[in-house]
């Protein structure tokens, strides 16, 4: 499974992104998707998974009520619409999956990764 994401860039804190995560190389209906990031210096951390039906999703508490995750599998593609940002919310951002029908938070347990795609957020 390849992951391609797409949508980062600069933004003013409250404004709003989207990005998109094409898979490719598989058909991933049965797998879980997450984001995570990792800012500087720090730790890659969970964001948001969604389950392989779409319905059941997580969400770390620092995004929920913000970010909102989402997939389409006709499309082999997850998103993640993120509101209200942060200055806190700089990081780059990546992609992930796991054959999996659950909702997973950890990053150890998925298998593959898609590039970072930097999201920078001003004051």
């Known amino acids: 499974v390849q992951l391609q994401a797409s949508g980062g860039g600069l933004v003013q804190a409250g404004g709003s992104l989207r990005f998109s995560c094409a898979a490719s190389?598989?058909?991933?209906?049965?797998?879980?998707l997450g984001w995570f990031r990792q800012a500087p210096g720090k730790e890659r951390e969970f964001v948001a998974a969604v389950g392989w039906g779409g319905g059941r999703t997580s969400y770390s508490d620092s995004v929920k009520g913000r970010f909102t995750i989402s997939r389409d599998n006709a499309k082999n593609t997850v998103y993640l619409q993120m509101n209200s940002l942060k200055p806190e919310d700089t990081a780059v951002y990546l992609c992930?999956?796991?054959?999996?029908?659950?909702?997973?938070?950890?990053?150890?347990?998925?298998?593959?990764w898609g590039q970072g795609t930097l999201v920078t957020v001003s004051s």
């Open positions: 992930a999956a796991v054959e999996y029908m659950g909702v997973v938070v950890t990053a150890d347990r998925y298998d593959y």
């Open positions: 190389g598989r058909t991933f209906s049965t797998y879980c």
